[in-house]
């Protein structure tokens, strides 16, 4: 299928194992985000994907926590610490000196010269008792590491909430068999039947599963399962829910065809033997004090009844992915996609039920 624009930074169409979010988030075809943002307006859609001059959002606070949470939970220990340093706090290393007043009483102690810098003295101190704990250097060592670049750094109290949501995760058994038997961010690149280029990436994916871990708030207090539905319905998780599906059935053929990039590509065979779409689970955790977990599945179908929810997910992505080939048609990727609005009245049935109460 031939895709219906060239855009430079296309990502070839297959299955990328531990493809580097930047690159994946780098690549224009388009995704569930980007497909929410053409629900909103073909304008907001351009400026917050193809605006040379448009701002990079990705480093709110929440988007950054979230990130860091879903490298620890997905990826494991080992994974974080190559992209992550915490920043270090005295406290953290009982016993550390650290001040002028310190550093020259140990000199005394040690019968070594007390004047200079801090520096200075650390370097007599280490000299004599290489073991001593001197918050000077500990400092140091961090900022060198800072400024070798290729690491985020996170604050002592993010670091401690990405341990608590692992250990949630892993206290729940549904929730903690999810992310075990499969791979983490997988990256599926596509052209769909009217020649779309599509993308999406499985947070895990197994050979009869696919699951997203999502965070949510839940400030007003209601039950958690009220929360979780009320996150689906505002975020519009449902309409991921539908183009996953649609992404896994492509990403099947892929792999049968031979189209994947990276190592470790026996769980991928597997999932593409399997002939009946996967199961699609999101796993929800709460942020705040109390970190509920809840595992929950989206479902096509109710026994022989199509979801209306599901249904409600394609719907409002297939016109989407039709506006946004309509708009690529229309102004290309460098122009904005300012669509003209013809002025027109209200009609009662936009309103809500209680506008009218």
């Known amino acids: 299928m031939k895709t219906i624009c060239s855009m430079s930074g296309m990502i070839p169409n297959g299955v990328h194992i531990n493809l580097p979010a930047e690159q994946y988030h780098a690549d224009p075809s388009l995704s569930v985000s980007g497909i929410k943002a053409m629900g909103a307006s073909p304008l907001t859609y351009w400026h917050q994907y193809l ?6 959002e990705s480093s709110t606070p929440a988007k950054v926590m979230g990130k860091a949470i879903h490298k620890l939970v ?29 550093l020259r009483e140990k000199c005394g102690e040690l019968g070594l010269k007390k004047s200079g810098t801090l520096e200075e003295m650390s370097h007599r101190i280490l000299d004599v008792k290489p073991n001593c704990l001197l918050w000077p250097v500990i400092k140091s060592a961090f900022q060198e590491e800072v400024a070798a670049g290729g690491k985020e750094v996170l604050g002592k109290d993010a670091y401690q909430l990405c341990l608590r949501a692992k250990e949630a995760i892993r206290s729940n058994d549904d929730a903690n068999a999810a992310f075990t038997g499969g791979l983490p961010e997988v990256s599926v690149f596509w052209t769909a039947e009217d020649g779309v280029p599509m993308k999406s990436r499985f947070d895990y994916l197994k050979p009869q599963a696919i699951i997203d871990l999502k965070t949510f708030s839940n400030q007003n207090g209601v039950p958690v399962d009220s929360a979780v539905v009320y996150a689906v319905t505002r975020y519009q998780y449902h309409v991921q829910a539908y183009v996953y599906m649609q ?38 955790l709460e942020t705040g004090p109390a970190m509920n977990v809840l595992v929950r599945e989206f479902v096509q179908s109710q026994g022989n009844v199509m979801s209306l929810v599901w249904e409600r997910g394609g719907m409002i992505a297939s016109r989407a992915i039709s506006a946004w080939k309509a708009c690529m048609h229309q102004f290309g990727p460098d122009k904005p996609w300012a669509t003209n609005q013809p002025a027109r009245p209200f009609m009662d049935e936009e309103f809500p039920i209680w506008a009218v109460e």
Do not use: W
């Open 74 to 102: 997905l990826e494991g220990a080992g994974a974080f610490d190559n992209a992550y340093l915490v920043e270090p706090k005295p406290e953290d290393y009982p016993g550390c000196l650290q001040g002028v007043e310190a």
């Open 51 to 56: 605006d040379p001059n448009r701002v990079d």
């Open 247 to 284: 992404a896994a059935r492509a990403a099947k053929e892929l792999i049968l065809k031979g189209l994947v990039y990276g190592d470790d590509t026996r769980a991928l065979q597997q999932f593409a033997r399997v002939t009946e779409d996967p199961r699609f689970f999101f796993v929800f």
